[in-house]
């Protein structure tokens, strides 16, 4: 598996005021959209390139664009979805699909409870989003039900990670590239990424 770190400044000043446990919804939510349009800049950086023909107000020129691939943001439920804006401003064209999972709070294991997928999945690049991969459970399962679906370019998008969800992504999916932000300590009794923000999804949408 190929981690990715993403340390530019904008992104790490950015991540501080995630972490804040003083920054309130609003501040928090369009924050983790800043923070996933600039992820997005990075993860996409591989795409193709095609030259094509085009008459500017002053000449004809040479230029480039990018060469017909389809894209699918994936977010997972409920978090993943605060990550979405933020980059389908930059892409508007990708479709999005929704993968629903939470965790159990006694066994700390995926449990899958919605998934739509767009019909011709194998033939785009996915994009997992997820702030946090953390016991890495939802992360392997979402990457499983797109392989299942017959995707086949899969890449993470995590704000924050845990050494166990790496290592779990690690071991059960080798060819997903994950991006992050910040590989930090260790989990909690209850799961929870140390230091790292709290709950991402409590967080975005305000609900504790």
């Given at each position: 598996m190929s981690l990715v770190l993403l340390t530019h400044p904008l992104i790490q000043h950015k991540l501080t005021i995630l972490r804040d446990i003083t920054t309130g919804v609003k501040i928090f939510r369009e924050v983790v959209g800043e923070i996933a349009m600039l992820m997005c800049y990075e993860a996409m950086r591989s795409l193709p390139l095609e030259d094509v023909e085009i008459t500017t107000p002053v000449a004809r020129a040479s230029s480039k664009m990018i060469s017909g691939k389809k894209l699918a943001l994936v977010p997972i439920l409920r978090a993943g979805l605060g990550m979405v804006d933020g980059i389908i401003s930059l892409v508007p064209s990708a479709k999005v699909a929704h993968i629903g999972l939470y965790r159990d709070p006694e066994t700390l294991?995926?449990?899958?409870?919605?998934?739509?997928?767009?019909?011709?999945?194998?033939?785009?690049?996915?994009?997992?989003?997820?702030?946090?991969?953390?016991?890495?459970?939802?992360a392997v399962a979402a990457s499983g039900y797109l392989k299942e679906a017959g995707a086949r370019s899969i890449k993470l998008l995590s704000i924050l990670c845990a050494p166990p969800g790496v290592a779990k992504m690690e071991e059960e999916h080798p060819d997903v590239v994950v991006f992050t932000c910040a590989v930090d300590d260790h989990l909690n009794d209850h799961g929870y990424i140390v230091p790292g923000l709290g709950d991402a999804g409590d967080r975005i949408f305000g609900t504790k």
């Open positions: 294991q995926p449990v899958e409870y919605y998934c739509k997928l767009p019909p011709d999945i194998m033939e785009r690049d996915c994009f997992v989003l997820d702030p946090m991969l953390a016991t890495g459970g939802t």
